[in-house]
């Protein structure tokens, strides 16, 4: 396929493989067809705000800044108007707005906790505003997503700063690797209690209960056997099933267009909507064309093409999966899944192996690279090896990613975070961050990046448009769902508050009544409620209600919001937990009710039943979901087998249900992960 066969997929997608779309025809808006008859062509653009000139003469407008053309060649004054709030900026601003409020109660928490012991039964201070203290929240979460502007300066050294947020935490909680900053109180003999899932096989009182062989088989093994099972096991191959019939060098250049359209609309289609590493105008307006003009050539562009296109055949398969139809497909009204001409090339094992070890070749030259495009590169190959079950590659990655990241703003003197490309940094900040922290607090022994210590300067990200010419058509890749995802970004940040919150306050253990404190504990389902309660519309979930999505990623993301409720509310009764399982003289009525609740969020998350369960191929952090049910089998195993009748009480009715759909989880994810069937061999045994 030559260049200009392969530039002609524009026709349906806002010319993907050229750098800008153009337009025929002269200024004057007419041409003539081939009987010299006038035709009237349409308006190139509408003015959407004409400057106050223009809209005075009641002319035509071509916006210009600073100065139209009218005004410049008249030489006058050229002002505009301030633009009106759109729909979609004032759902934002209520969104942010509603993160702010949940952001300055949970401040004035942290001052609850940091009372003297002795005052804790004092009721919590009235809720009220609080200072900006930096914070990426603090700093995103102002009245309106206007002005605001962010500097990190090379010799501020932020890691002598403690960051107010703690760690990022999906899909479950994390503890950070050093001491928290906000004690619950001045008690010596309190021990910290790790978030770690596979920990809980190593609770005393556990190992007292589960059976025998259990017991031994998990101590025959390292402590920490994921890390070493995963290090062993055989790189991915590195052979390249290439189409029948194409030559090496060139095979690339030969694919069909649609072929290439559709595969980056399906990874845009899913994946973008979960991690947003990428800006999908910029991709289809310049980064796609540069790849095709270099005929996918050793450069960062055809890089980061490649590797989307692999995840690209993720996303296929993840629509297969889940019988949707492509986005192509969907777009024509079709519904279901429908074989597209090119199926063929996902057919790799895993799917998108051929594009994915191009992407790797081609990269091979560039690896010492540390800016913007090469931390998305390793973001990529993050979630590709996060989607196919190989959490040690996932973990070297992200590290290459967090390295661009820290980078980057270590070299910078100031970031406009205001600007589209201050925006892309910490987009890939976050993203990077966010998985991160998932992978090295379950695997702890592995070691962190130091991308945390930047975390108090990294705002979020507004989703800031890429600039666009006016005279575009690139009104073709805006999305009316585009909103609706932002908004769950945001969500997510909020609540990652309020469970770095749970961690900080209740996760240590003492031999004592009253503790942890129930007065935070109160407060924290307090705030978990607010979260739930300040959803913007469209993000709102029902206990009971159902599917009715339209993609596959709004399955996931409705999933996401709903599990991570759940998460939330299993993670405030979880202490309780181990003090009824270690110290049961000391536990109360009011804490075993704390368990009882925390049981019941335990249950039933939507990310492992259903539709997310079926489409293994796009659910978000599978290793993070399976770490999370390893330890709730335990756990659940451990309380029906515990000699405390009020514990085994506590247990929700249908437990040894959910049991069984979480070892199915298991077993399903184990398949393609020699740690995770490890996993699934010890929970085998308590069936003995």
Not at 44 to 70: H, I, N, Q
Not at 214 to 224: I, N
Not at 363 to 380: E, I, K, P
Not at 519 to 540: D, F, G, I, K, Y
Request: hydrophobic share 40%; with cysteine.
């Amino acid at each position: 396929m030559t260049k200009r066969s392969h530039a002609s997929v524009a026709s349906s997608h806002v010319e993907p493989f050229g750098r800008q779309a153009s337009y025929d025809g002269d200024a004057s808006g007419s041409h003539e067809d081939g009987d010299g008859s006038s035709l009237k062509k349409p308006r190139s653009f509408m003015a959407t705000l004409a400057c106050d000139v223009c809209r005075s003469r009641k002319t035509r407008c071509d916006e210009d800044r600073p100065r139209c053309g009218y005004c410049r060649t008249m030489n006058v004054e050229c002002t505009y108007q301030a633009p009106r709030a759109t729909k979609k900026d004032q759902s934002l601003a209520v969104a942010i707005n509603a993160i702010r409020r949940l952001e300055s109660k949970i401040e004035d928490l942290t001052a609850a906790i940091n009372i003297p012991p002795s005052a804790s039964t004092v009721p919590l201070p009235p809720l009220g505003p609080i200072p900006d203290h930096h914070s990426p929240h603090t700093t995103f979460s102002q009245p309106s997503p206007g002005n605001h502007a962010s500097a990190l300066a090379p010799n501020s050294h932020p890691r002598n700063r403690p960051s107010l947020h703690g760690l990022v935490i999906s899909p479950h909680v994390v503890g950070t690797p050093t001491k928290s900053v906000f004690p619950i109180s001045e008690t010596h003999d309190a021990v910290d209690l790790s978030f770690s899932q596979h920990r809980v096989a190593l609770w005393p009182a556990v190992q007292q209960v589960l059976p025998a062989e259990f017991v031994s088989a998990r101590a025959e093994l390292p402590e920490d056997y994921i890390v070493d099972i995963e290090n062993s096991r055989a790189p991915l191959p590195m052979d390249i099933d290439r189409p029948y019939g194409t030559a090496p060098e060139s095979w690339l250049m030969s694919l069909p267009q649609s072929a290439v359209k559709g595969l980056a609309d399906a990874y845009f289609a899913v994946f973008h909507r979960n991690m947003p590493i990428l800006d999908k105008y910029h991709f289809f307006s310049s980064t796609l064309g540069m790849a095709m003009e270099n005929e996918f050539g050793y450069d960062i562009e055809s890089a980061l093409v490649l590797n989307v296109l692999a995840l690209g055949c993720l996303a296929v398969k993840t629509h297969e999966e889940g019988d949707f139809a492509l986005p192509s497909c969907h777009s024509l009204g079709l519904r279901g899944f429908v074989h597209p001409e090119w199926y063929q090339l996902i057919t790799d094992d895993p799917p998108g192996l051929k594009f994915f070890n191009e992407a790797r070749k081609r990269f091979g030259f560039l690896m010492c690279q540390n800016d913007l495009l090469a931390g998305q590169f390793y973001m990529l190959l993050t979630l590709y090896y996060a989607q196919i079950l190989r959490p040690l590659n996932s973990w070297t990655t992200v590290n290459r990613a967090a390295l661009c990241c820290a980078s980057i703003l270590t070299r910078t003197g100031t970031v406009d975070y205001d600007a589209w490309e201050g925006d892309m940094l910490s987009r890939l900040f976050w993203c990077t961050l966010m998985y991160e922290t998932v992978i090295t607090q379950e695997l702890d022994l592995l070691p962190h990046s130091g991308l945390l210590a930047y975390e108090p300067d990294t705002p979020l990200p507004k989703f800031t448009q890429c600039p666009r010419p006016k005279t575009s058509i690139s009104g073709l890749l805006t999305d009316e769902d585009d909103s609706f995802f932002n908004f769950h970004f945001l969500a997510q940040a909020a609540h990652r508050i309020i469970l770095t919150r749970v961690k900080q306050s209740l996760y240590t253990f003492a031999e004592k009544e009253g503790y942890p404190s129930a007065n935070v504990t109160a407060e924290m389902h307090h705030q978990l409620e607010q979260w739930r309660a300040n959803l913007p519309p469209s993000l709102q979930f029902s206990d009971h209600e159902s599917d009715t999505s339209v993609s596959p990623a709004h399955v996931i993301a409705k999933a996401m919001l709903r599990s991570r409720y759940l998460v939330a509310k299993f993670h405030i009764g979880r202490p309780f937990l181990y003090k009824a399982l270690h110290a049961p003289t000391y536990t109360s009525d009011t804490e075993y009710a704390e368990v009882r609740e925390g049981l019941r969020g335990g249950m039933y998350w939507p990310t492992t039943l259903g539709l997310c369960a079926q489409m293994l191929s796009g659910l978000p952090i599978k290793f993070g979901w399976c770490c999370q049910c390893f330890g709730q089998v335990l756990l659940f195993n451990a309380v029906a087998r515990s000699p405390d009748a009020k514990l085994r009480e506590t247990l929700p009715d249908g437990w040894q249900e959910w049991v069984q759909i979480m070892m199915t989880l298991i077993e399903s994810c184990a398949r393609s992960s020699p740690g995770i069937a490890q996993d699934f061999e010890l929970l085998r045994l308590l069936e003995a």
